[in-house]
């Protein structure tokens, strides 16, 4: 399942004393880079993990990685009801894709998706088909998306059209199912 982090649990995350060790204070006596004694100093752990004011750069990384890896490959796609969402954009185009069987791919786990796009500069109509169907496993969406959108939905007579001839595939058990990624199946 998913997991929200507010700011509130985010910041414990990375403050908490669970999991690190304490931070050093400087000797009495002494002190480095200006810190009064007994304050807590900037040093380096035993994990080689750089200690910045007790919190650990390294944590904080893994931390930052984490929520990244979670965005995409924990998208629960049928809670976004309208089925829009953006996927990696080249330099001169964005791009985005349109889940066409929310409700049937619960049970199936195939997705079936059109792919969009438009050019920078372009107004909103001025948009491009560039996959009008797509059969894809529910891992491989989930590795393609981006973040969910609120506007792009397109006339679906075309997937509509690309849809009933992958049906008719293979004596009419259905064509090929992608199960890498989006960018990779187009």
Same mark, same amino acid.
């Given at each position: 399942?998913?997991?929200?982090?507010?700011?509130?649990?985010?910041?414990?995350?990375?403050?908490?004393?669970?999991?690190? +060790?304490?931070?050093?204070?400087?000797?009495?006596?002494?002190?480095?880079?200006?810190?009064?004694?007994? @304050?807590?100093?900037?040093?380096?752990?035993?994990?080689?993990? !750089?200690? @910045?004011?007790?919190?650990?750069?390294?944590?904080?990384?893994?931390? *930052?990685?984490?929520?990244?890896?979670?965005?995409?490959?924990?998208?629960?796609?049928? $809670?976004?009801?309208?089925?829009? #969402?953006?996927?990696?954009?080249?330099?001169?185009?964005?791009?985005?894709?349109? *889940?066409?069987?929310?409700?049937?791919?619960?049970?199936?786990?195939?997705?079936?998706?059109? !792919? *969009?796009?438009?050019?920078?500069?372009? $107004? &909103? #109509?001025?948009?491009?088909?560039?996959?009008?169907?797509?059969? *894809?496993?529910?891992?491989?969406?989930? +590795?393609?998306?981006?973040e969910?959108l609120? %506007?792009?939905?397109?006339?679906?007579?075309?997937?509509y059209?690309?849809? +009933? &001839? #992958?049906?008719?595939? %293979?004596?009419?058990?259905?064509?090929?199912?992608?199960?890498?990624? !989006?960018?990779?199946?187009?």
């Open positions: 399942m998913h997991q929200r982090f507010s700011v509130h649990r985010l910041s414990y995350l990375i403050f908490s004393p669970v999991g690190r +060790a304490k931070a050093p204070r400087c000797p009495t006596g002494s002190s480095q880079r200006g810190a009064p004694v007994g @304050h807590l100093c900037p040093t380096y752990s035993a994990n080689s993990s !750089v200690m @910045h004011q007790g919190f650990s750069v390294h944590r904080l990384s893994c931390l *930052i990685f984490g929520l990244v890896a979670t965005g995409a490959f924990g998208a629960d796609l049928a $809670a976004h009801r309208s089925g829009i #969402w953006s996927i990696e954009s080249t330099r001169d185009m964005n791009r985005w894709l349109v *889940i066409h069987n929310l409700e049937s791919a619960k049970t199936t786990r195939v997705y079936h998706i059109e !792919v *969009i796009g438009r050019k920078q500069g372009n $107004a &909103a #109509w001025q948009v491009e088909r560039l996959v009008r169907h797509m059969a *894809i496993t529910e891992k491989a969406l989930k +590795a393609s998306v981006k969910p609120k %506007n792009g939905s397109v006339y679906p007579e075309s997937f059209n690309a849809f +009933a &001839a #992958w049906q008719q595939e %293979n004596n009419g058990k259905g064509g090929s199912i992608c199960d890498t990624s !989006v960018m990779e199946c187009m």
